[in-house]
């Protein structure tokens, strides 16, 4: 079978974007605003402990087209449904009045107008490509172009550097999703050709040169097509567990466990479950630095290792992997990927592997013969190479 490329003959999500627009409201956009997906190298469930992760923004995306519309009324439109949602400033004042999809959308406006910014009325339509539901960050690709589109529509002083955070509460406490501050910083500051290095505490990033393809590789994601189970809660769960770990042990979070102190610092813990929890974590942060380390030096085919280590760990330690997601990891390295590893929050979700270019097709192939064997439905694949961040088209 032939791996598609992203952006390779696939429909112009702008003009279905444009097109929605103009069929739901009568009228032209006054422009399109994009925010990508995105995809995790390495460092999953480190960013609500302070730590350290390395996405990349994905050529997948969500556009938004836009005009103003009535004072204190937006009106939003999707084209994976076909009904439009309108509210107010009551409905979007109030955390949960707006629920299901637009609530993404309802959340943007709400922290723009806690954060002391006059937000405009706004029509919206909405068209994306990246898949819902895949650990891809469809939520913070949404909430990002929504926000550029408000930003630029109401001329509000609002810089790059603090929009991450800005969406990020969005989803937090609007939406009521307990995520970090990684996907909204990857999906609104990535940068094509490097992955985003973001320390969640401080909220600095570094550009770091990532070019596969300049190293005759390729990354392949797998979508699992595996549904995503109890990962609400399970995600929530895992976040507790890691907060009364750092207070047991007497830091601010589990990032300020040296990896030399892992050992110490787990004799202090009561129950094997949350020394394996804490486990994870610190060894997924010096994973990460190692992995800067490496890009930083050229060294892009031996990250590989780390990669497939991130994955040992998520499954035995942090237990957030699930059959789908192991068999695809398992089938890529036997077919000859130099590491491959889950990406995202877990319980379904992708997998991304590092490859040699040519054998994109190849280590596919094995991960679909691997599926039909198990009786999983059938995986997506696909090539990617990093892509920039959110912006008006």
């Not at 076909?82 to 400033?89: I, L």
């Not at 992955?195 to 990033?205: K, P």
């Not at 567990?241 to 050992?263: F, I, K, Q």
Request: net charge negative.
């Amino acid at each position: 079978m032939s791996t598609p490329v992203v952006g390779e003959g696939r429909d112009d999500v702008a003009d279905r974007a444009g097109a929605g627009f103009r069929q739901r409201y009568g009228t032209e956009p006054a422009g399109r605003w994009a925010a990508p997906g995105r995809v995790n190298l390495i460092g999953e469930h480190t960013d609500y402990n302070d730590g350290f992760v390395l996405p990349f923004a994905l050529p997948l995306r969500t556009v938004v087209a836009a005009a103003p519309g009535p004072d204190g009324r937006w009106t939003v439109w999707s084209e994976l449904d076909d009904e439009p949602v309108e509210f107010g400033a009551a409905e979007a004042d109030e955390p949960g009045r707006v629920d299901g999809w637009a609530a993404y959308v309802a959340g943007v406006v709400w922290a723009l107008r806690a954060a002391g910014l006059d937000v405009p009325g706004a029509r919206l339509a909405i068209a994306s490509d990246v898949p819902v539901g895949s650990g891809l960050s469809s939520s913070a690709a949404i909430e990002s172009a929504v926000l550029a589109a408000l930003v630029d529509l109401g001329g509000l002083d609002l810089p790059a550097e603090r929009r991450p955070r800005l969406a990020q509460r969005a989803e937090n406490d609007y939406v009521g999703a307990p995520t970090g501050i990684m996907d909204q910083s990857a999906v609104i500051r990535g940068l094509q050709g490097h992955a985003l290095f973001l320390d969640c505490r401080t909220e600095e990033v570094e550009q770091i040169p990532f070019d596969p393809a300049a190293a005759g590789l390729a990354v392949l994601v797998v979508d699992s097509r595996a549904p995503h189970r109890h990962a609400d809660g399970e995600y929530a769960a895992r976040r507790k567990s890691c907060e009364r770990a750092a207070a047991t042990l007497g830091v601010a979070a589990l990032r300020d466990v040296p990896t030399a102190d892992l050992d110490a610092a787990l004799a202090r813990l009561d129950d094997d479950e949350t020394r394996r929890r804490v486990r994870h974590v610190v060894t997924e942060d010096q994973r990460v630095l190692d992995t800067v380390a490496l890009l930083r030096a050229g060294r892009v085919r031996e990250i590989g290792p780390l990669l497939t280590a991130s994955h040992a760990s998520m499954r035995d330690d942090f237990e957030i992997t699930v059959p789908e997601v192991d068999t695809a990891v398992e089938a890529a390295l036997a077919a000859g990927a130099h590491g491959a590893r889950m990406t995202g929050g877990g319980f379904g979700g992708c997998v991304l592997a590092l490859l040699d270019a040519d054998a994109a097709d190849t280590v596919a192939d094995a991960v679909a013969a691997a599926y039909a064997e198990r009786g999983f439905a059938a995986p997506g694949t696909l090539t990617v190479q990093p892509a920039g961040g959110a912006t008006r088209l």
